[in-house]
């Protein structure tokens, strides 16, 4: 049974998480990266992932840099 997919937007990004793939996407749906996850850690990863992008941007931000 397919669940539906779990997802976020940060900044000028989409970080999606599906049944069994964790994905970056850009706004236009274009995919940047993806990462294979297993199925009792994907939430935890998924998590992480938001975390950790937020915090990139931010720090871009902080900097002056583009994001």
């Known amino acids: 049974m397919a ?3 779990t997802f976020k937007v940060i900044g000028n990004y989409r970080v999606e998480l599906g ?5 970056i ?6 995919l940047l990266k993806a990462d294979s996850v297993k ?11 938001c975390d950790k992008l ?3 941007i931010k720090d ?5 840099l583009k994001v």
Request: hydrophobic share 30%; charged share 50%.
């Open 3 to 5: 669940r539906e997919k």
């Open 19 to 23: 049944d069994k793939i964790l994905m």
């Open 25 to 30: 996407k850009d706004l236009e749906g274009n």
């Open 39 to 49: 199925a009792f850690e994907s939430e935890d990863r998924f998590k992480e992932l």
């Open 54 to 56: 937020e915090q990139t």
């Open 60 to 64: 871009r931000v902080a900097k002056g």
